[in-house]
């Protein structure tokens, strides 16, 4: 594994490398720096001694059985892992402003493209700043779509996939499962995902996953693996369904599906304040109580639980030894307030008041099984969305209904600023339930969402069963009603279009208008940067990139977008422009873009404009015949001028 260099400048001292990276992160390559910060030792001409690395971690090399271990492996497995470790050089996201509802004042993003190369994007603005991921991806039934994902080609994988290329090119397949390979195309699909995404999720952060019956074992395996099975938080069964199916052909109706509970780092997450769901018992104040109301329980203990023996005398007179929850002196007190009572006029055993005050107070903790009246079913999430937003027209086959996400949002524990992340989005159920969890808790939490814009008219001629196909017919005749395209994700977008009308129905619209209701939409597109072709027949076309970095076709926003995400900067930034130049800042990251002309002075007029302690300058190298020149007394500048060269790192293209 070898080790990252450094840009010029930034007080990392000067190296001879100094070009931008159109590339995403290498995990590999951020693994190893991380292992040298560690154990320097293992360093060896820039590289990471694996074999000293072994020696160092295993306690006892000479035992024979040291180098076995249990497995969860798969056919695929290890270019899996190829292709999530693998950077991306050849894909950007496009600003759709047009597209986007309040651009200039939401931080809610919804994202265009395969998220496989959308994760990779994200991996250096978004790295350990996602609060909390719901996924509900495509389930194994044999007949979904299932992703394939090109190692080399990416870019002209996703074409694909969207339909954007010919029929005879589309790489949506159907999963049969007389396929030898039924599972494993399954697991190749989302194993690299998963990964990616554990590397954007806070040390206090959670993911959620939906899956059924055909890959919960599988996705055990795979999550144990990546995100450590001492992690694992729970197993929910969530009953979708209100109806008892009667099949004949069924041994066991299936009603329920599950979801998979894991944190980054269990500890850490318990720390930060572990998440709770609204209270769900029945309270009622029929003694009107000063408290308040109230229900009840037990103050008799269980046979198998401890506690103290002493005797009560009931109100009838009658006298009980027993064991009971609290110590005599505890009873008293509880008894002479008015929190212990005896009901069935006086002849029943005690009962200790639990008062709704109190329980709001602690909050409940929920349980793994999730019926249908506390997180919703699919039925009432189908009717919402058909009769809400289209015409009572089912677009949609089994939706997840919002209060299911939003009860996980409760158990996440979020706070203003955090990030919800769905890189299934589907529906954009997860937008509404985030959006409705700030109206009712007053709180700031944002989204990103990501989906495949799928071609509807495709998947309408590859539907393998009636139902699907009817729902396919429905979308594409709402979207025409809507004059809008045939893809998926303009469902979501329309969705999402009309909620703030929605919400104001259902509440005080002085409410709707604190909370952030708007989104910014982005696109996966082929990179504005122009990548080097090593094929000797491509030559004369590969000497273009001495005229401009750039392709043609892009703006000087597309390119200064592209090179922000690349250097780490969040989609919700607005830069500050003057001409051709760029200014974006984070709390944490400052990356000033600079594509117009420039003279030995940039970095004094940068340096009046810096906002925080390290700046990173990203040049378009001139073409200009004083090009050179301008570019060699900048790096001498940087030598000799200790401030700058401890607050910037130049990096050209």
Same mark, same amino acid.
């Given at each position: 594994m070898e080790i990252l260099k450094n840009s010029w400048g930034g007080g990392k001292g000067a190296t001879s490398d100094c070009n931008f990276s159109a590339s995403t992160p290498n995990l590999k390559t951020e693994a190893a &720096?991380?292992?040298?910060?560690?154990? =320097?030792?293992?360093?060896?001409?820039?590289?990471?001694?694996?074999?000293?690395?072994e020696e160092l971690l295993s306690p006892d090399l000479k035992d024979e059985n040291a180098s076995e271990r249990y497995e969860f492996t798969w056919r695929g497995k290890k270019n899996a892992k190829r292709i999530a470790d693998a950077p991306t050089r050849d894909t950007t996201l496009i600003a759709d402003k047009k597209g986007s509802k309040d651009w200039d004042n939401t931080k809610n993003i919804f994202i265009e493209g395969d998220n496989l190369e959308v994760l990779k994007l994200m991996q250096k603005a978004y790295s350990e700043k996602i609060k909390m991921?719901?996924?509900?991806?495509?389930?194994?039934?044999?007949?979904?779509?299932? /992703?394939?994902? &090109?190692?080399?080609? $990416?870019?002209? &994988?996703?074409?694909?996939?969207?339909?954007?290329?010919?029929?005879?090119?589309?790489?949506?397949?159907? +999963?049969?499962?007389? $396929?030898?390979? /039924?599972?494993?195309?399954?697991?190749?699909?989302?194993? =690299?995902?998963?990964?990616?995404?554990?590397?954007?999720? &806070?040390?206090?952060?959670?993911?959620?996953? $939906?899956?059924?019956?055909?890959?919960?074992?599988?996705?055990?395996?795979?999550?144990?693996?990546?995100?450590?099975?001492?992690?694992?938080?729970?197993?929910?069964?969530?009953?979708?369904?209100? +109806?008892?199916p009667n099949d004949r052909n069924k041994m066991i109706g299936l009603v329920a599906e599950h979801i998979l509970v894991y944190a980054k780092n269990s500890q850490t997450y318990k720390d930060s304040g572990v998440g709770k769901i609204p209270l769900t018992g029945k309270f009622s104040n029929?003694?009107?109580?000063?408290?308040? =109301?109230?229900? $009840?329980?037990?103050?008799?203990?269980g046979s198998t639980q401890g506690g103290s023996q002493y005797e009560i005398e009931y109100p009838e007179g009658r006298k009980v030894n027993g064991t009971w929850m609290g110590s005599k002196d505890s009873y008293q007190k509880l008894l002479k307030q008015g929190i212990i009572y005896f009901p069935k006029n006086g002849k029943g055993e005690p009962r200790k008041k639990i008062y709704l005050k109190d329980r709001k107070k602690e909050g409940q903790s929920a349980n793994n099984w999730w019926n249908f009246d506390l997180a919703g079913s699919n039925e009432e999430a189908s009717s919402y969305l058909s009769n809400t937003f289209f015409n009572g027209k089912k677009v949609f086959s089994n939706p997840k209904p919002t209060k299911l996400i939003e009860l996980m949002i409760s158990l996440a524990n979020l706070n203003d600023g955090d990030i919800v992340l769905d890189f299934f989005a589907g529906s954009a159920t997860t937008g509404e339930a985030v959006v409705r969890s700030n109206l009712k808790d007053g709180s700031k939490v944002h989204y990103i969402l990501v989906q495949l814009p799928d071609n509807l008219d495709n998947d309408l001629q590859t539907a393998s069963d009636s139902k699907s196909r009817i729902y396919l017919k429905n979308a594409i005749n709402e979207l025409d009603k809507l004059n809008k395209p045939h893809f998926l994700t303009e469902i979501g977008k329309y969705r999402l279009n009309m909620l703030e009308k929605v919400l104001k129905k259902e509440n005080d619209a002085s409410n709707i208008n604190y909370i952030d209701k708007g989104y910014r939409v982005f696109r996966l597109a082929k990179s504005t940067i122009k990548q080097w072709d090593e094929n000797p027949a491509n030559f004369e076309k590969q000497l273009e990139l001495l005229r401009s970095p750039f392709t043609q076709e892009s703006t000087n926003a597309q390119r200064a977008l592209e090179i922000a995400i690349k250097s780490g900067i969040n989609l919700d930034v607005t830069p500050e422009i003057d001409g051709d130049n760029y200014h974006f800042t984070t709390d944490d990251k400052e990356v000033f873009v600079i594509l117009g002309n420039y003279d030995e002075t940039l970095l004094d007029k940068l340096n009046e404009k810096r906002k925080l302690q390290n700046a990173t300058v990203v040049l378009r190298e001139m073409s200009n015949g004083s090009g050179s020149e301008v570019k060699f007394n900048l790096l001498e500048k940087m030598k000799q001028d200790i401030e700058l060269n401890n607050h910037f790192s130049l990096e050209w293209l």
């Open positions: &720096n991380k292992l040298a910060k560690l154990f =320097p030792e293992l360093v060896v001409d820039g590289q990471i001694d694996v074999d000293a690395l991921i719901y996924i509900d991806p495509p389930y194994n039934t044999g007949s979904d779509f299932i /992703y394939k994902d &090109n190692f080399h080609k $990416s870019y002209k &994988n996703y074409l694909k996939e969207t339909g954007q290329i010919d029929k005879q090119g589309n790489s949506t397949t159907t +999963n049969k499962k007389t $396929s030898g390979r /039924y599972h494993t195309k399954w697991l190749n699909m989302i194993y =690299p995902r998963l990964k990616l995404a554990r590397h954007l999720l &806070n040390d206090d952060g959670v993911i959620f996953v $939906s899956i059924d019956d055909n890959e919960i074992a599988n996705l055990r395996y795979i999550m144990d693996e990546l995100f450590g099975s001492n992690n694992f938080e729970g197993h929910i069964h969530w009953r979708r369904r209100k +109806n008892q029929p003694d009107n109580d000063p408290n308040g =109301p109230w229900n $009840s329980k037990p103050w008799k203990v």
